[in-house]
């Protein structure tokens, strides 16, 4: 497709489980982004990926939140041990990647994370 | 660090009423100033922008205007549509690709 995309849509996971979240950016974008919106609060920056460069993970909240981006396109963000305050909506985006940033992000669905 | 602060909603309003939801920033350097939108059931999309220092964004109707000695970037609109109903998000990106999102106002138009 034209747009970013993510999977799963939904998931509905047991406390103390892993959980993986999938995002495909629009072909050809070089930076990509993971964020996440809880129940009534804005977006709360995740983690940024820039080509080969080593990524920024200076939003990640704790040990457990981690992410991968492979071969530059495709990333996962994996959630070890969920606890219920990781429920949220979690968003990814992309842009171009040019030089100097300041770009237009253009965002996915989100995936829906309950945690029980 | 880098941050934005906007409007607390819920802002209910009639059909053709004029909109504004304040948004102002802190910044270090010279950001660039974004206003996004997230419509009911659907993800967030950009809706207007400004690079620099007295740059007017426009799209739909709306209009943000970049003003570096209030460091604001207040959203408006002149006459508001049932459709126009949404969560509004003000956002910065200083010069990288980090984005700083405000808490979001929502929207509610009534005809």
């Known amino acids: 497709g034209a747009g970013v995309s993510q999977s799963p849509s939904n998931k509905v996971t047991e406390k103390g489980k892993d959980v993986e979240l999938r995002c495909d950016p629009i072909s050809g974008h070089t930076a990509l982004y993971w964020y996440r919106q809880s129940l009534g609060q804005g977006l709360e920056f995740l983690i940024y990926?820039?080509?080969?460069?080593?990524?920024?993970k200076s939003g990640l909240p704790s040990d457990r939140f981690s992410a991968e981006r492979t071969g530059g396109s495709v990333s996962t963000l994996t959630i070890q041990r969920t606890q219920q305050e990781d429920s949220a909506v979690y968003l990814c985006a992309s842009s171009i990647g040019l030089a100097g940033g300041q770009e237009t992000q253009y965002f996915g669905p989100g995936t829906r994370l309950l945690v029980l | 660090g880098d941050s934005v602060t906007q409007m607390e909603g819920p802002v209910t309003l009639s059909e053709e009423a004029f909109l504004t939801i304040n948004c102002t920033y802190t910044a270090t350097g010279y950001p660039s100033l974004f206003w996004y939108v997230q419509y009911p059931g659907e993800g967030l999309q950009l809706l207007l922008k400004?690079?620099?220092?007295?740059d007017k964004g426009s799209n739909k109707g709306f209009e943000a205007t970049y003003r570096k000695e209030t460091t604001s970037f207040h959203l408006e609109k002149g006459s508001v549509q049932v459709s126009d109903s949404a969560v509004y998000f003000c956002a910065l990106s200083p010069n990288n690709n980090d984005m700083r999102f405000g808490a979001g106002t929502r929207l509610t138009v009534k005809p």
């Open positions: 400004a690079t620099k220092a007295d």
């Open positions: 990926f820039q080509g080969n460069s080593a990524p920024d």
